[in-house]
Each structure stands twice: as C-alpha cells, then as structure tokens.
C-alpha cells in the first residue's frame, strides 16, 4: 500500500519555461506608434516630433486607430494621407477595433450592437452620423451603416488592406501579441489582433522580440520578449512611440 500511495503522489517535474535572452537586434532602426484610438490632437504632434529627426527609418502603427476618443475620422485620414505621402516606409497594422468596425460594415445587425458598446458610437460621431445609441437595432442599424459608408469614401477599402504584422530582424509588430509556441509565420489571425493567453507570462523560444498594443500599460515596458507601448492615450492624453535600434529601445510620447 505505501509503494502504491507514493506512486500516486509523487509530484511530476515541472516544465520551467527558459527566459528569454536574445538581444534586440533589428536589421535597421524603426518606430512604432502604440494604439490611437481617435486622438488626432496627440498623434500630429507624435508624428511631427518623428518625422523631425534625420534619416527615414520606417514608422509601424500597431493599429487600434478607431473608438473611444472622439477624432475617429481625423484619424483615419491623416494616416491615409501619410500613407501616400511616405509610402512603403509608413505601415498601419490592423487591430481588433478596426476588425469590429469592418465586421459592422459587412453585418450591421449581428455585429452592430458589440461595435457600439466597445467605442463604435465615436467613431460615428466623428463622421457627423449622430442619434444613434447602444441600443439601436434592425433597419435603423443598416440605414446608419450605408451612411458611414458614404462618408468612408476609399477608407474602407484602405483598412481592409492593411497587414497584421510586420518583421525588421527579430523584431516583429503586431497589435496584440502573438502564441509564444507557434512560430509567427503560422500565427492565427485573431490571435494576433485579440491576443493570447500566454503571451505575458510565457517567453518566446526563437529569440524574436514582440512590439504590440492593446493591452494598456501605465508607462511602455522593456521585458522578456515583449515591447509593450499602449499607453492609454484616449484615457490618459499620453500616445508613446517606441524607437527601437540595435540593442535598445527609446520612448517618445505626446
């Protein structure tokens, strides 16, 4: 009896995940802009201080650009604008509040009702579409989502182009985080705009480092794999930049 008990007892070793320990080694020096969420105000004067310094590293917004502030459509077109302007060195990443807003578009009555109550009632503001609340359903739902898309114009179409993430070295980009046991070019698309449940607490093993957003931080963090820049900008008035160079990271905010 006692070999049996100590047979069903004994504890199994556990398996300790290896700290992450791989340095930050971009092929080039880039920077990336945490989530906007309609403060128009704080990321002209982000982008202004960024653009001002030399060279024409490139600039990755981790997206999130809709709801909650109240300059949605400001947004949106100023980064339309700087997408024309910089070209392939200025990239907007999709973020789950840009998802909600594009399932809006497509199925006003199933997913209208979720898109407003996390922010969606903004970003209609914002394009001058008022009278509408969380409670709005059926006809009245569609009717408001033909007239936003009147006021888009080619926004639409611009955002369902825009890529999930975006790789410089062993740095990668993404909008909320990544399964640190899946290899990012196999990455599950919700995931990387929703996040996972292991991504705080598990490092990585391939010695890729991870910039993202939506999850907001008091101050942007450094720490074992992650690079973590929401900053709560619609919340707190702070929008923060990370400058990310071989070997270091700089914070810039507005």
Not at 35 to 58: Q, T, V
Not at 72 to 101: I, K, Q, S
Not at 110 to 123: H, P
Request: proline letters at 6%; a negative charge; hydrophobic letters at 40%.
């Amino acid at each position: 009896m006692k070999a049996l008990t100590s047979l069903f007892t004994r504890k199994k070793p556990r398996t300790v995940p290896q700290r992450f320990d791989a340095p930050i080694a971009p092929d080039d020096a880039f920077f990336a802009i945490g989530d906007i969420h309609g403060c128009d105000d704080l990321f002209a004067r982000l982008i202004d201080r960024i653009l001002a310094r030399p060279g024409d590293a490139p600039i990755i917004c981790v997206g999130d650009y809709v709801d909650r502030g109240e300059e949605n459509a400001a947004v949106l077109r100023r980064l339309m604008e700087l997408d024309r302007a910089l070209g392939e060195r200025f990239v907007c990443l999709l973020g789950n509040h840009e998802d909600m807003f594009l399932k809006f578009l497509e199925a006003p009555e199933e997913r209208g009702a979720r898109w407003l109550r996390y922010g969606g009632l903004q970003t209609l503001a914002s394009f001058g579409l008022r009278g509408v609340s969380e409670g709005t359903n059926g006809q009245a739902l569609i009717d408001v989502r033909d007239r936003l898309r009147d006021e888009l114009g080619p926004i639409e179409a611009w955002l369902r182009d825009r890529p999930l993430s975006w790789q410089n070295g062993n740095v990668v980009v993404v909008h909320a985080g990544a399964d640190p046991a899946v290899p990012l070019d196999l990455q599950d698309r919700a995931t990387l705009m929703w996040g996972h449940r292991d991504f705080d607490h598990l490092p990585r093993q391939d010695g890729v480092w991870v910039v993202h957003g939506h999850t907001i931080t008091p101050t942007p963090t450094v720490s074992n794999g992650r690079i973590a820049i929401d900053t709560g900008a619609y919340a707190t008035g702070r929008l923060t930049a990370a400058m990310v160079v071989p070997g270091d990271v700089e914070f810039i905010q507005a």
